[in-house]
């Protein structure tokens, strides 16, 4: 099984179409509340940080790799807001240590969240490692937001048993979830001998012998995203299991022009952003999708564990929720959880005391 890359310009195909009116801007007082916005220094996590700074939270937390763009980014903020309760942490997704950095001091120093934007993402062109030996998107999109979100999760339910709203992580997916299933050969490898997909799709090797190696990378960012709603799902059914009221849901902001791109070639950029400017939303636009998630009022039984797409309830892709799908999306949190048990002790922790 495959689907086509992006570089036929079908990336945004399946996307929403400007034709259907922007999401008006969801509202609400986050008076005494801590947001955490993850790549919020560009694009969609930019304009989501200055809509949420408008709600008056008690600290507003911008995420970012780059600390001159990062700074730039708050005071950008600060100006065009008026809001002054807003702070650059730093935070490198392509590396575990980063990650972890962010979350330990964030929890000695600050030790209260209402709200996770988990929004950054990359869209590779050539297979990338990291320094931990990961391919740079399955560690950046997938691996590096579900070890963060786990490292805060016990702050947040501590949160909520003070809080009188119920926190939200807030997943970002693409509809180019809905165009992936993965190829036969990864769903074939006997998971009881111990074989690991995520490690397998991870090896600069890998695209010898089942598919061209330019395909793989070309489809990587569609399969991210898929394991993103696949984590955002189990994680969303555990807390519920465990009478835990934090809401996990899954936005999807349709095409937008934003900073995604940036790292196409020259061609297939211009095309994208004629695409987006044409039949999408602008980055503003596309933020609302974000901010609803986060403050939207649905009704937290309908917005638990939720796709999110225009501030509509709308059905995961069709392969999600497959049998098969459901397999893979068991074996891909497994998997997930042992890779991080391995980057930082406390996952198991974590995982035996509120997900199982």
Not at 153 to 171: G, H, W
Not at 223 to 237: H, N, P, W, Y
Request: hydrophobic share 35%; net charge negative; proline share 3%.
């Amino acid at each position: 099984m495959s689907r086509t890359p992006w570089d036929n310009g079908n990336m945004f195909k399946s996307g929403l179409r400007a034709s259907e009116p922007p999401l008006p801007v969801a509202k609400a007082d986050l008076t005494g509340r801590t947001v955490i916005i993850i790549g919020a220094n560009v694009g969609l996590g930019f304009e989501c940080a200055k809509h949420m700074a408008r709600m008056n939270p008690s600290r507003l937390v911008l995420g970012c790799r780059n600390e001159r763009e990062g700074s730039r980014a708050v005071e950008d903020i600060k100006k065009e807001t008026s809001f002054q309760n807003v702070e650059l942490r730093l935070i490198d997704l392509a590396k575990f240590v980063s990650v972890r950095s962010f979350a330990q001091k964030f929890i000695e120093e600050v030790g209260t969240l209402d709200i996770l934007l988990a929004n950054a993402a990359i869209l590779p062109t050539k297979h990338e490692s990291t320094v931990d030996g990961w391919e740079v998107a399955l560690q950046v999109n997938h691996l590096s937001l579900s070890l963060l979100t786990l490292l805060l999760l016990p702050t947040m339910i501590e949160t909520s048993k003070t809080s009188k709203n119920s926190p939200r992580i807030v997943m970002v997916t693409s509809q180019m979830h809905t165009q992936t299933t993965l190829d036969d050969e990864l769903l074939a490898l006997p998971q009881e001998d111990g074989s690991s997909i995520l490690r397998y799709m991870s090896d600069e090797d890998m695209g010898k012998g089942y598919c061209k190696r330019e395909e793989v990378i070309n489809r990587r960012y569609g399969d991210t995203k898929l394991f993103g709603v696949f984590f955002a799902r189990t994680l969303s059914d555990r807390l519920s299991k465990s009478k835990s009221n934090i809401i996990v849901n899954v936005v999807d902001p349709g095409r937008c022009v934003s900073q995604l791109i940036r790292t196409l070639p020259d061609p297939i950029r211009e095309n994208m952003m004629t695409l987006a400017i044409e039949d999408g939303y602008t980055a503003e636009e596309g933020s609302r999708a974000l901010v609803y998630g986060a403050v939207g009022d649905l009704g937290e039984d309908k917005l638990r564990g939720a796709h999110l797409r225009r501030g509509r309830k709308t059905e995961f892709g069709e392969f999600v929720l497959t049998e098969e799908g459901e397999k893979l999306g068991s074996r891909i949190w497994d998997e997930t959880i042992d890779i991080l048990r391995e980057v930082d002790g406390n996952i198991g922790d974590i995982h035996s005391k509120f997900l199982c």
